[in-house]
C-alpha cells in the first residue's frame, strides 16, 4: 500500500488526468444509483454494470461532500542503500505526501522485510540470460494491504460511498455518496477512447484498450470505480510481458551501452543504476562516452561520486570510442563487474551519430564479442508519443534490448509508456519517478496500472 501510494503520488498528473477525465465521462449522462451500492466487478456479487434492484426502505442517499483525499504513505521510499541496512526507524508520520522529500543520498532507509535493491533483487550473479532480479522483485514485494489484525492504513479507508457500510450507516442511510452509473454504449465508448488518447496511449492502443474494456458489456451501467478497474485490467495485460528486470550476465565485465536524446535521461539513470549495483556489491566504471557536452561530463562525475563509482573521461570534442577502447581496458584490469557507457544522443545529426555508435560497438567487441550485453534506451515520458519515433530511430542505430522510461513523475502522458509496450513489445527494465538517486524503480505492470487508472490499492 505505501509503496503504490507513493508510486500513485508520483503519476499524479497522469492518474488525475484519466480520473477526472473518467468522472466527467459518467456524469454526463449517469445517473445516481438507487442503492448506491457498489457491486465488486470481481469477485462475485452482481455483475459489473447490471442493474440494481428497485429500492423500496431506503431513502435517496443524501450526496456527500467530495471525500478527502487519502493521507499518504508515511513510509519512506525504497532507496539503494548499503547492503547491512540498519533496522527500520520508528514510523514517523509523514502528513504532506507533497512535502515528502524523496531520501538524500546515502540514506539507508529501508522498508522492513523489503528488498533493499528494487532493481536487484538477487546480488549473486545468474546463469547467463536470466533475469535479474527476478519478476516481481522491488515494489512488488511489499504488501499492498495491511496485514490482518492491524488497523488499515489511513489511505484503505473506503473510497466509494454506497461500499459495505456500518449497519446504522445503511439504514440511517447517512455516511453516503450517491454512486453514478452510466451505461456502456458506443458513445461513452468514444470518450473513452478520446480520453486515453488525451493520455499518449495513442489511437490504436486507446481503440485495443477500450474495444477489450467493452467486451461483453455493452448496455450495462458501469460507475467510475468499475471502469477503473476494467482499465488497469486491461493496462496491466499489456504490460505484463514487457516488465522484465535489466538481465545480468555472467561475462565480466558486462557492458551496458546507454542511448538515447539529449534530456532524456542518460546520465541520471546511469548514476541511479549505478548506486543500486554498487549497493548489491556489484563493482562497476562508467565511461562519459559523451565527449561532445563538457556539461555532460561533469554531470556524469556528479553522479559517480555520489554512486562511489569511478568515471572515464576524455577531453571534450575527442574521440568517443577511444574513450570506450581505454575504459574497456580500466573494466578488465579492475575485473569490474559492469562497465556502463554513457553516449551522446544528437538525433538530428543522424548520420554522425550512426557512425559513432556504430564505431564504439566495433571498438567493444575487439575486447569481448559478445558485447554489448545490454543496449539500454532512455526515453523522456514527458515528450509523449514521440518516444514512439525515438524508439524507431534508435532501433534502427542499434540493437536496443531494453527501455528505461524517465520523469513519469512529471507528466500526464504516461499513457505513453502503454503505448510503448502495445507495440514494440520491448522489455520495459525500469522507469524514473524523480531526480534524486533512489528514484528508479523496477517496473511492476499491475501496479502502475492501478496508479494509471486512479485506483486506490
Ligand atoms: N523529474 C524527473 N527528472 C528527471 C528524471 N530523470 C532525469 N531527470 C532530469 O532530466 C534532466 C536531464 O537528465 P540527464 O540525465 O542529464 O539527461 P541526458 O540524457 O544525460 O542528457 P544530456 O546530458 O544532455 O545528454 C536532468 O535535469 C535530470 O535531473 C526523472 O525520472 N524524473
Known amino acids: 500500500m505505501a509503496f503504490f501510494s507513493k508510486l500513485r503520488n508520483r503519476l499524479r498528473k497522469s492518474s488525475s488526468k484519466i480520473e477526472a477525465g473518467l468522472e466527467a465521462i459518467v456524469e454526463d449522462g449517469g445517473t445516481e444509483d438507487p442503492d448506491g451500492v457498489r457491486p465488486d466487478p470481481l469477485e462475485g456479487g452482481r455483475d459489473v454494470g447490471e442493474a440494481a434492484p428497485a429500492q423500496q426502505f431506503m431513502p435517496p442517499p443524501e450526496p456527500l461532500a467530495d471525500y478527502p483525499e487519502a493521507p499518504q504513505s508515511s513510509v519512506p521510499d525504497l532507496p ?3 547492503p547491512e541496512a540498519p533496522p527500520p526507524p520508528p514510523p514517523a508520520p509523514v502528513p504532506d505526501p507533497d512535502e515528502d522529500p524523496a531520501p538524500r543520498v546515502g540514506e539507508p532507509d529501508v522498508e ?5 535493491y528494487p532493481l536487484l533483487a538477487n546480488p549473486e550473479p545468474e546463469p547467463t540470460g536470466t533475469a535479474y532480479p527476478p519478476q516481481g522483485a522491488g515494489l512488488s514485494q511489499i504488501p499492498l494491504a495491511a496485514p490482518s489484525g492491524e488497523a488499515p492504513p489511513p489511505d484503505a479507508e473506503d473510497p466509494e460511498p454506497g461500499e459495505r457500510r456500518g449497519f446504522f450507516g445503511r439504514v440511517l442511510g447517512r455516511d453516503r455518496k450517491p454512486v453514478i452509473r452510466r451505461e456502456l454504449d458506443d458513445e461513452m465508448l468514444e470518450s473513452l477512447e478520446e480520453l486515453l488518447i488525451t493520455a499518449d496511449m495513442g489511437v490504436d492502443t486507446a481503440l485495443r484498450v477500450t474495444a477489450n474494456m467493452a467486451e461483453g458489456r455493452l448496455g450495462k451501467r458501469l460507475s467510475v470505480e468499475e471502469i477503473k478497474t476494467l482499465l488497469a485490467d486491461e493496462i496491466a495485460r ?6 522484465r528486470p535489466m538481465p545480468l550476465y555472467p561475462q565480466k565485465p558486462q557492458v551496458v551501452l546507454v542511448v538515447g536524446v539529449n534530456g532524456s535521461g542518460k546520465t541520471t539513470t546511469i548514476g541511479k543504476l549505478a548506486s543500486q549495483f554498487r ?3 556489484k563493482t562497476v566504471v562508467i565511461a562519459a562516452g559523451d565527449t561532445f557536452r563538457a556539461a555532460a561530463v561533469e554531470q556524469l562525475q556528479v553522479w559517480g561520486e555520489r554512486a562511489g563509482v569511478p568515471v572515464l573521461t576524455a577531453p571534450e570534442g575527442s574521440d568517443a570510442a577511444s574513450l570506450v577502447y581505454d575504459a574497456m581496458q580500466r573494466a578488465r584490469t579492475d575485473q569490474a ?11 538530428q545529426n543522424r548520420s554522425d551519430l550512426m557512425e559513432e555508435l556504430a564505431k564504439i560497438v566495433r571498438v567493444i567487441r575487439k575486447h569481448d564479442e559478445s558485447a554489448p550485453h545490454n543496449t539500454l534506451l532512455v526515453l523522456d515520458a514527458t515528450t509523449g508519443q514521440n518516444a514512439l519515433s525515438q524508439v524507431d530511430a534508435f532501433r534502427k542505430l542499434s540493437d536496443v534490448s531494453g527501455l528505461v522510461m524517465t520523469k513519469l513523475d ?6 505513453v509508456l502503454v503505448a510503448l509496450a502495445d507495440r514494440f513489445g520491448l522489455p520495459i527494465h525500469a522507469i524514473g519517478v524523480g531526480e534524486q538517486i533512489d528514484d528508479l524503480s523496477p517496473f511492476d505492470p499491475e501496479e502502475f496500472a492501478k496508479a494509471l487508472a486512479g485506483l486506490d490499492a
Request: charged share 20%.
Open 279 to 281: 549497493a548489491a556489491g
Open 112 to 116: 522492513p522485510g523489503s528488498d533493499p
Open 80 to 82: 539503494a542503500v548499503a
Open 238 to 243: 499489456i504490460m505484463e510481458p514487457v516488465a
Open 337 to 347: 563487474d559492469l562497465l556502463m557507457i554513457d553516449t551522446a544522443g544528437r538525433l
Open 410 to 415: 512529471g507528466t500526464a502522458k504516461g499513457g
